[in-house]
């Protein structure tokens, strides 16, 4: 007979309550010795297979609490089940073949969400997994259930606050500001507040000089917002107002973290034939500067153009500019664009994979779709290995860039297929979410992700976060 020993544990980010839970095995051959003294009024039924316990069990935030379930097997696994439902009407479960804890007990099963109730659940709430061997009234170690708040909104806190910003993996979004269309413009399905709240640190903007402007641009007296563009689409979105006001306040209720802000001027196509029939290039570039400035000139802004240490940086915006002429962190000239490699601006140095266009196949079914979803990943791959290198010999010497996004036209492969995959083929961010899963911890920098929601809700998020030693 062997021993089996799992354990329920939880650490959630916001106070919650569980009303009722209950633990399946769906075996003939087993015998259960224990259920969790956590619950209240404990009920177990023999004969359908299953114990149900009754609460509601109150769970203060950051509270962890460490159960074993001990089940007797002659042989291979155990198949368990858990449900439980909150009291605002989230409901979670999820499947696990349980192992034999002596077998191969740091080789982590995985775990299968098979249903998520109530309002917002795939926002907040999402299973994660690991082996617990350092309990020594476990003979043989202890597999451990993970149910966590996901909102991550201080994730940061918990950081050496003596690090550069530039030497911790930063989850981040590529062209945030595109949650407001579909199609070959769209790279993100949340809003700025959202994904901040998701645990993403890291904000890619693109702003957009209009053709014509309405009247002349007086500063500081005539702030005009300016607007959101993915090329030459419109997202109806205005920078002060959608990107720089949320990110003001998030910061204002999470003190303790920091949002990088890279700032980008958008060119949609034809603005150079447009621009010799009324201002000179060089005019425009000024007045976008300007008009830049004003929207930028706020105290929660840094103006610095050094790299800070993550405890200086706190309840502020950290600010990239990719225009020529902006204020903050200079990366300013354009490179590596559709490429990759090392570059050295105002003596930061950066390497940066950015490679998002390949020239794409005519026919939907094309197997060689599935060669570019390859082609993108093993730049991504290259990279993270690289950053891991790096970070493992202590030699972080430069910001380590990693767009997993890729595009471009004709419009048969969008930004989500990359993410998600074509053709039955896993997506960049699947990969990306399976390459943390065989290397939990490490350095890889700053992440850029389409969609980062899947494969999982919150899981690649989660991963990259918890990277961080």
Known sequence: MATYRTGLQFDNKTAMAIVWGSITFSDDDFQLTGIPSFFTSPEVDTQDDYTTVSGPMSVAPGTWIDEPIEIYRSRGYVPIKIVLKFTDGHQIAFDDLQRRAYDNVEDPLP???TQQEGPG????????????????????????????????????SSLDQTKLISAITIPGTHDSGT???????????????????????????????PWLD?????PPDDPQDLPIY???ADMGLLFRKDILLPCKSFLAQNPTETVIMMVSRNFMIGE?????????????EAYFVKRMGVLLDDPIVRQESTIPMVGNATKSIVLITRYKGGPGIILQSGQPDDGYGTVTENGIIYQIQDVYGYGFPDGINDPKRREKVNKKWSFVDMFLNSALAAGNAKQIDAWWINFTSASGPPVIMDPVDFAKGVGGQSGVNERTYNYLFSNPKGYYGTVLMDFPEFPEAGDLIMRLINSNN
Request: aromatic share 10%; hydrophobic share 40%.
């Open 111 to 113: 775990v299968q969400v």
């Open 214 to 218: 309405p009247s002349p641009f007086n």
């Open 121 to 156: 659940v795939t926002d907040r709430m999402s299973v994660a997994y690991w082996t617990r061997h350092d309990l020594p009234q476990y003979e043989w170690g202890m597999v451990t259930y993970i149910v966590r708040d996901e909102t991550l909104t201080n994730w940061m």
């Open 230 to 232: 993915h090329g030459s």
């Open 179 to 209: 949650w407001t269309v579909t199609g070959n413009a769209q790279c993100q399905t949340h809003d700025v507040r959202q994904q901040l709240d998701m645990g993403i640190r890291f904000i890619d903007v693109r702003v957009q000089l």
């Open 272 to 284: 150079a034939g447009f621009e010799k029939l009324t201002h000179t290039a060089a005019a425009r």
